[in-house]
């Protein structure tokens, strides 16, 4: 059986919530090397208890020579990085346009967009000269369909969609400039787009409710998966949906892979 992440080294950047838990357990049962990273230590420590084949850095992802000794230190420990996994994340918001505070247009600048543009910086040259290289985000409906209390938010997530599909066209120059037509090993960048995630914790905390639209942290995890196998030409530069419970936005026949 093709098994695609088999021995790859898979950078999950934002790795200690629900959703970097789900990611972990999908990557390593598909036998990746798992480099957690996140802000938390604690939260690393616990992932890497969970389990064998992750290996935990504690890093403050907004700080862009922190990022750079991380892939340093990564490279070492665990190879190149084949996957990118962009999970920091953050909400801030509220009260129409001009209770759109300074204070958190900086938490989400730095947590949404700083934190993208530092790991894509640092995991470039990995991702881009990688058999696998896939660099994935987790976007918002409202990044395309903003509301006035989210205004700072969907501009944020907007900028990190812009950022993403500009990495996307980085590989595309790259693959040319080797002289191969896009193939399931030239790299890929996509964004996922979800309208909010969902877990267990979550549901259990609120029984009565439906969670309508949400997107269950397996599903994220599954999409993550079946990126590695599939053919960057489908894929790359892509905005894929998972609001209907399962990957949206790549060719029929893809969708049946895996
Ligand atoms: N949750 C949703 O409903 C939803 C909706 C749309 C899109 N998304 C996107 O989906 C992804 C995952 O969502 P999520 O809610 O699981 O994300 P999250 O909890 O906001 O962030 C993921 C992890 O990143 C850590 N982190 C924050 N700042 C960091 C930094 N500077 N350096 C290193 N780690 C840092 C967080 O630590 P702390 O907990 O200590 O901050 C957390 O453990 C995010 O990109 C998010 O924007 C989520």
Known sequence: MNQPLAGRTVVVAGS???AGAAVIRM??????RVAAVDISEDGVQELTRAHENVVGYVCDLADPEAVQRLATAIRFDLGPADGLIHLVGGWRGGGGIQ??????????????FTTLRNTTRAFYEDLATS???RLAIVSAQAASSPTADGAAYAAAKSAAEAWTLAVADGFRLHQEAGCSLPNKQSPAAV????????DDRMRAAQPERKFTGFTDVTVLAEAV???????????????????????????AGVLSVG
């Open 16 to 18: 200690t919530s629900a």
């Open 27 to 32: 990557l390593t049962q598909a036998g990746a």
């Open 99 to 112: 209770e759109q505070t300074d204070e958190d247009w900086e938490f989400l600048h730095t947590s949404v």
């Open 131 to 133: 058999p696998a290289g």
């Open 191 to 198: 964004v996922f787009v979800v309208k909010a995630l969902v």
């Open 225 to 251: 998966e079946r990126i590695f196998g599939m053919d960057a030409a489908d894929i790359s530069g892509q905005r894929l949906s998972l609001t209907s419970g399962r990957l949206l936005g790549v060719p």
